[in-house]
């Protein structure tokens, strides 16, 4: 027969563990920090395109060709080809990402803003794409 202190102690233990149960989920689904906006999440899928696409063209001589896509049709290119893990889904806020290189030598990304479009040019400069102009330029710094 159980003493009356073991009782207790295996009580208390059990109280234990479910109040440190308790304490984990509820630290699991609050981290203090709001989620990121939008465009914080659209400016980290952009970062990791262009590294992406840089090391694409690093090991393929150019970058993958497209006249005007949504950044989904370069998985075979980056994802198939090992450059990157997964393309990032887009937030839905905002009409999709989408790719341009008409040469390989340089590309487009037509980004979103604070619900404006925006264009990110590498290795070229003022090429209308999406008619915008210098000043749509997108800047996630």
């Known amino acids: ?12 233990t059990l109280l234990s563990a479910a109040a440190l149960c308790v304490f984990a989920v509820l630290l699991a689904m609050d981290t203090g920090r709001p ?8 400016a980290g899928t952009a970062k990791l395109l262009m590294a992406a696409l840089e090391k694409y063209r690093s090991a393929k001589g150019a970058y993958p060709v497209f006249s005007n896509n949504r950044i989904t049709d370069l ?23 989408r790719y341009v290189s008409t040469t390989g030598t340089s590309y ?13 040019e590498v290795g070229i400069s003022n090429t209308g794409w999406w008619g915008l102009t210098s000043q749509s330029l997108c800047s996630y710094d």
């Open 35 to 42: 989620p990121p906006s939008p465009d914080q999440v659209r």
């Open 75 to 97: 998985k075979p290119a980056l994802v198939d080809g090992g450059f990157l893990s997964e393309i990032p889904r887009d937030p839905v806020d905002a009409q999709p990402m």
């Open 108 to 120: 487009g990304i037509l980004s979103t803003k604070n619900r404006q479009p925006c264009l990110i």
């Open 1 to 12: 027969m159980e003493s009356m202190w073991l009782k207790i102690v295996k009580a208390l």
